[in-house]
């Protein structure tokens, strides 16, 4: 077998070829394969510039010479291969590093500014190019998780959730750069891990150590919810005063056996969460029911949602990433192992634009950017940090962010958070940008 | 043959007999006539008289005393030639023929014999039977005319006859019967008779009583025979016998080893190449008879003709005959298994999940060894002490140090409360540790602030103390002052009781505390050996105390002891208590973990030597089959150990994983392992200053 039988094709319209079968050598490799379609579009436009593709066969990445991945893949060589090919992503390249005097907990991106969560129980806001805007302080004990709420004009909403068993609701006036605590919630009896904002911005989910889910309202008000016990303590009192209105939860979700580690919104009636009790489960907000289970065999330490793909992605203790489906009936099935992380998988995040791509963290201070179009392998590795990644987000560029277009160039930035011990004051955060030239 | 005498119609020429025709009347009368006692002879009273020929009956008894006979010529010549040489050669002609001439016949000589001069009338004759005794004896020979008087053996001949013997005396009449003619049919007959004609014609009997048996056969009233079952006669007397039995017959057959064939070196000429050089054949010789792979040396002849005797010959037959005499007569039963068979059948470690298995996380912040770890109940924090004098929480799923208190000096031993309700750890101080829902921790303060001083003072072996302010702002709440340093404290699993161990060599090596009354009392009046460790019983108001050698059990509430455990190792390192409470396992220096069931026996279920070097701690897990043991190998061996609630059910024991991380500092590897209180995860404190998470 020394020459195959292909068929290549694109969605791109300005890198189509002619849809006549070529003859191919059946060892060839991306790179040969990449020189054929160059070599065709230089005949077929003058003036065209080198570009490096990647091929799908069956909707699978060719990662080796394509005879192997045929028979890998079990695909008959009689016949003619249609070979689909879209323009490489190129190698993310860290763009910046933010250096940070302590351990990141969470980050979270908005088109503008950057969010951060910080165990030395601050959180701050950064613009994108790294610049410390802000410190948000007020908790008395590590900031576990951080969110945006949403942006009117020159106010923002944000909200971190700390181990001292609080979520803080607070306001920030851009322009005159005030941040002011408008409601602490109270009401969960551990560390509130993972707080999760509804896509209508309306209320907020939070997971805490005490196995509950609690859902919050987001907006914010001028009146203060009664709380049960009232101690007459000086130090709470004073704590009282520095973070604002009370606020006590909609409603308690509760079902887990352990804590909670992660909490998602997966459309604005939908909770999902995940937990050290080996399940994901997801509850309906309107009723306040759990309507289904996901039984892993390992504790969950994240979930990530992509409403593209309808899909679940999970990190667990077993290095493994998972992708669910939430909506089978069938609780337990795994569409997808990801496999390639030695320690524990802290974080994922689905690509809020493409229904392919997501990236992972893990304690093995590596962040990977998978294709589920490549199970086998991830597509990149990033390997700047020093230390275990804890949290990971993307960011989409802000100018360009409106014209959702195929056609349009995208920056994406990654950021990816490090940690770092406590007796090395300066450790950095980078920021990676991926080119997506497809 | 008798012939009538008188009757002049019967002609006898030798054994011939010819009859006249018309004559058989005539003949008659003389049977008749001989019937009748013609021949009769005079006998005595009683004398029966039997004709010559044997075939009159014996009712012919001729009773009269004097009665003449008459003997046939054959007799009479026959008694003649006994008496005397007086032969007439006449023959035997009837006598009547002579009557008229004066001779009676011719002698041998051929001269006539005259007829004796006989001039006895009847009377003569008469007064002769009357007179002559030997009248009786006396017969008329015809062929002589003469009167012969019989002899005494011609008499007994006579009566001898007369009475139906044989006339020789020596004759023996009941000689043993040869049936020359049976009815067998031989193969040389004795007779050359030809066959009978009826012998070749068919039988027309025989034929219709064949065609009545075919009739028969066909309409099925005669059956065929059975064929006799000869299977059953006969059987194998061993066949079921049991070739390995012993005293089975020795039906095995051991083939004799093949012996090599002889090969060039055991030639009389062989190749030069095989023949050994001087070097060789002195390490031949120096070698021992036993491991020479050579039994003998080879040499070179020229020719058959000078190889000379064999010199071992006398030698090898000897040690033939010991093999023959010392050969075993019974072949030796080989135990014919495989020793994979013997070990016993454990599940397979992977049948087993979970158990840790990697190592994910490494806690470093410590400066020195890591004696001590402590889980909290929630699983969320760890507490562990150091040698650096310092106690250091830890977040479990991230690896950071929360917080890290100074206590004056080494802490050997720290344990969590176990009660979820109530926030404190019990190094030598009791510490808040601030890491747990503020309610919690609020409300374990203020169980400690609502101690009341009882009215009465009694006597307390240590001393409690309540931090001062800066201290208390460092999470002490207790100070318990013991008079010695404290090996290992441990709590109640209700949280108010808490037992310490003093290394100290008086009774009080052992106090029990009740932190809500604050008050401390010494169990045990006696010193009954080193403690090593101490612990409660998880669920029953028992008390395990382990000494260097044994494991001792008190019922608290009876206030006696109830077993004693006899560890079989020199030096308990470490003890734990399986959460069912009926199952406990002690660690020791000589490497060595004991597994005890209590139900079962006061010695060790199992005893567990995985471990290279010492003991140092072990470990239960709450909720799973796991436990786990630390060493100074520096590795942690978690082995599945499920406890079945059938009493009946041992528990079982596997290995299911070693772990290993630690690095050797001071030739200690890990000094405590510990559980978390939730996932099937081991972690385990090491002398190289880290605390290392295994899942």
């Not at chain 1, 979700?253 to 998602?264: D, M, Q």
């Not at chain 1, 802000?398 to 349009?408: D, K, S």
Request: proline content about 6%; overall charge neutral; some cysteine.
């Amino acid at each position: 077998m020394s020459q195959l039988q292909v068929r290549f094709f694109t969605e791109n319209a300005k890198y189509k070829v002619d849809d006549v079968p070529f003859s191919i050598p059946a060892a060839s490799q991306v790179q040969d394969l990449s020189n054929i379609i160059n070599k065709l579009l230089e005949a077929k436009h003058t003036g065209h510039s080198n570009v490096e593709f990647d091929f799908l066969v069956r909707g699978n990445f060719l990662r080796t010479s394509l005879v192997n991945h045929m028979e890998a893949e079990g695909i008959s060589t009689e016949e003619v291969v249609e070979i689909e090919y879209v323009q490489r992503f190129m190698a993310p390249q860290p763009e910046e590093c933010i250096m940070h005097d302590d351990w990141i907990s969470s980050v979270d991106t908005e088109s503008e500014w950057i969010l951060t969560g910080s165990y030395d129980k601050t959180a701050r806001i950064w613009t994108q190019e790294g610049k410390a805007v802000m410190t948000v302080a007020g908790h008395t004990d590590v900031v576990k998780d951080v969110a945006w709420v949403k942006r009117d004009g020159v106010t923002s909403l944000l909200l971190t959730s700390s181990m001292d068993q609080t979520a803080i609701l607070w306001e920030w006036n851009v322009e005159r750069n005030k941040l002011k605590a408008r409601h602490c919630c109270r009401g969960h009896a551990g560390s509130v891990d993972s707080i999760a904002v509804s896509p209508n911005q309306t209320k907020f989910c939070s997971g805490s150590w005490d196995k509950m889910l609690k859902i919050w309202s987001a907006v914010p008000t001028d009146k203060e919810d009664e709380l049960e016990e009232q101690r007459d303590r000086p130090r709470k009192k004073q704590k009282t005063e520095q973070m604002g209105l009370t606020r006590t939860p909609i409603m308690t979700l509760s079902g887990h056996i352990e804590a909670v580690s992660s909490v998602l919104w997966s459309d604005n009636e939908e909770v999902c969460s995940a937990s050290w009790d080996h399940t994901i489960r997801l509850w309906d907000v309107e009723t306040g029911n759990m309507k289904s289970t996901l039984t892993g065999s390992k504790v969950f330490n994240c979930i990530s949602y992509s409403p593209l793909c309808r899909r679940l992605a999970s990190g667990s203790t077993d290095r493994h990433v998972r992708l669910w489906d939430p909506r089978s009936k069938d609780g337990s099935l795994v569409l997808l192992s990801l496999t390639s992380h030695t320690g524990w998988v802290t974080a994922v995040r689905w690509s809020p634009s493409n229904e392919q791509q997501l990236i992972s963290g893990s304690l093995d201070c590596v962040v990977k950017l998978w294709d589920t179009r490549s199970c086998k392998a991830p597509l990149y590795d990033m390997a700047a940090h020093e230390d275990k990644v804890l949290c990971v987000d993307w960011r989409e560029d802000g100018v360009r962010a409106q014209h959702a277009n195929r056609l349009a160039n995208f920056v994406y930035i990654n950021l990816s958070i490090l940690l770092k011990e406590t007796f090395s004051v300066q450790f950095p955060y980078a920021l990676w940008t991926i080119l997506d030239c497809g | 043959m008798i012939v009538e005498a008188s009757s002049p119609t019967i002609r006898q020429h030798g054994s011939s007999r010819v009859m006249v025709p018309g004559m058989e009347h005539l003949l008659r009368p003389a049977r008749h006539f001989l019937s009748d006692g013609s021949f009769s002879v005079q006998y005595p009273v009683g004398y029966t008289v039997f004709s010559p020929r044997l075939t009159l009956p014996l009712s012919r008894v001729m009773n009269s005393q004097a009665c003449a006979f008459r003997l046939s010529t054959f007799h009479l010549y026959f008694l003649k030639s006994l008496s005397e040489d007086i032969r007439n050669t006449v023959g035997n002609v009837p006598m009547e023929w002579y009557q008229d001439y004066p001779h009676i016949g011719y002698d041998l000589e051929g001269k006539k014999i005259f007829k004796p001069i006989r001039n006895k009338d009847e009377l003569d004759e008469f007064l002769d039977k009357m007179e002559n005794p030997d009248y009786w004896r006396t017969v008329h020979d015809k062929m002589t005319s003469t009167d012969i008087r019989l002899t005494d053996e011609q008499i007994s001949l006579v009566h001898r006859l007369q009475s139906g013997q044989f006339g020789d005396v020596n004759f023996n009449e009941y000689e043993p019967y040869i049936d020359f003619f049976s009815g067998e049919t031989m193969i040389h007959p004795v007779t050359n008779r030809p066959q009978d004609k009826r012998s070749f014609i068919p039988s027309l009997i025989e034929k219709e009583k064949v065609s009545k048996m075919v009739h028969a056969i066909k309409m099925g009233w005669i059956k065929p025979r059975k064929p006799k079952e000869s299977d059953l006669q006969f059987y194998d007397l061993w066949a079921k016998e049991d070739p390995n039995a012993i005293l089975g017959r020795h039906k095995m057959h051991v083939p004799a080893p093949k012996m090599k064939l002889p090969g060039h070196e055991e030639s009389y000429n062989p190749p030069p190449e095989y023949l050994l050089t001087e070097e060789e054949r002195l390490a031949w010789e120096q070698q021992d008879p036993e491991d020479r792979k050579l039994s003998f040396l080879p040499q070179k002849f020229s020719c058959l003709r000078s190889v000379p005797a064999y010199s071992r010959f006398i030698h090898e037959r000897f040690e033939r005959c010991l093999d023959l005499y010392l050969c075993p007569r019974q072949r030796k039963m080989r135990v014919n298994v495989d020793p994979e068979d013997l070990i016993p059948k454990l599940p397979k470690p992977r049948d087993l999940q979970p158990f840790p298995t990697i190592q994910s996380l490494i806690y470093r912040g410590h400066s020195s060894l890591v004696r001590c770890i402590s889980l909290s109940p929630s699983g969320q924090w760890l507490a562990s002490g150091s040698d650096d004098c310092t106690v250091r929480l830890w977040e479990v799923s991230t690896g950071r140090c929360m917080k890290t208190v100074e206590v004056g000096g080494a802490v050997r031993s720290i344990v969590w409360n176990p009660n979820p309700a109530i926030c404190l750890v019990a190094v030598l101080v009791l510490l808040n540790p601030y890491l747990a829902d503020k309610l919690v921790y609020n409300a374990t303060d203020q169980l400690i602030a609502s101690y009341v001083e009882p009215e009465e003072e009694r006597p307390q072996p240590v001393q409690w103390q309540v931090p001062e302010i800066e201290d208390s702002d460092k999470g002490f709440r207790l100070i318990i002052t013991h008079p010695k340093s404290v090996k290992q404290v441990t709590w109640h699993s209700k949280g108010d009781y808490l037992a310490s161990v003093l290394s100290d060599n008086s009774n009080m090596q052992v106090l029990i505390h009740q932190v809500s009354k604050r008050r401390s009392q010494n169990p045990f009046r006696k010193n009954k050996g080193l403690v090593q460790c101490v612990s409660f019983h998880p669920i029953r108001p028992y008390f395990f105390v382990a000494s260097q050698r044994c494991v001792r059990v008190y019922n608290l509430i009876k206030q006696e002891l109830m077993k004693k455990l006899m560890a079989n190792c020199k030096w308990i390192s470490s003890m734990a208590i399986h959460p069912g409470g009926d199952n406990v396992i002690c660690g020791s220096y000589d490497s060595r973990l004991s597994w005890f069931d209590l139900d079962l026996s006061t010695k060790p279920y199992k005893v567990l030597r995985h471990h290279k070097k010492a003991l140092r701690g072990v470990a239960f897990h709450k909720n799973y089959p796991l436990f786990a043991s630390g060493s100074d190998d520096g590795s942690v061996i978690v082995c599945h150990g499920m406890v079945y609630n059938d009493l009946l059910q041992n528990p079982l024991i596997v290995p299911v994983k070693v772990l290993k991380g630690h690095t050797l500092t001071h030739n200690l590897g890990v000094l405590d392992v510990a559980f978390h209180p939730t996932q099937p995860w081991v972690f385990s404190s090491g002398a190289d200053a880290t605390i290392r998470l295994f899942t």
